[in-house]
């Protein structure tokens, strides 16, 4: 069992956002003793779960009904699963984006490392679109696929 001070450490969650989840029914099983809360692993799975859907874009409202679909049981296995496909197929997209992003940045660093050496562009303006040094080529296409 961990106090509330312990779970905001581990999961570097303000003690107000347990509290607000916990306001929101996500722990209906929360053990408390006086007016302190202990989180068992129980707790700490539906927190992590918490983080992994709010992380992947979910907000705090399409998760509360995720957890009353859980309090439902066996017959909303087949929505709980959509969600979760849906959440993964979201990610999965924004990794992509964020692939393209990191391309350019990593194409951009190489651009300027390679004007501030040879002290101007021309060289690597003699080089683009598709002239590029292999490596540099492939990122300097992921970053502008699609455009």
């Given amino acids: 069992m961990y106090t509330i001070g312990q779970v905001s450490e ?7 956002t347990l509290r ?5 029914g996500f722990f209906p099983n929360l053990v408390r003793k006086g007016n302190i809360r202990y989180f068992s ?6 927190l992590r779960v918490i983080e992994c859907l709010k992380k992947s874009g979910l907000e705090i409202k399409d998760i509360k009904q995720f957890f009353e679909w859980v309090a439902e049981g066996s017959s909303t296995y087949a929505k709980r699963k959509e969600l979760f496909e849906h959440r993964k197929t979201a990610v999965k997209e924004e990794i992509k984006h964020l692939e393209k992003t990191l391309a350019m940045l990593e194409f951009k660093c190489w651009y300027y490392d390679t004007a ?25 296409d992921k970053a502008h696929e699609g455009l």
């Fill in 41 to 46: 692993d129980n707790e700490l799975e539906a």
């Fill in 116 to 140: 501030i050496a040879d002290g101007n562009e021309d060289k690597i303006s003699a080089m683009l679109p598709d002239h590029l040094p292999k490596d540099i080529q492939t990122l300097y």
């Fill in 20 to 24: 607000y989840y916990d306001k929101e």
């Fill in 10 to 16: 581990m999961f570097h969650l303000p003690i107000s």
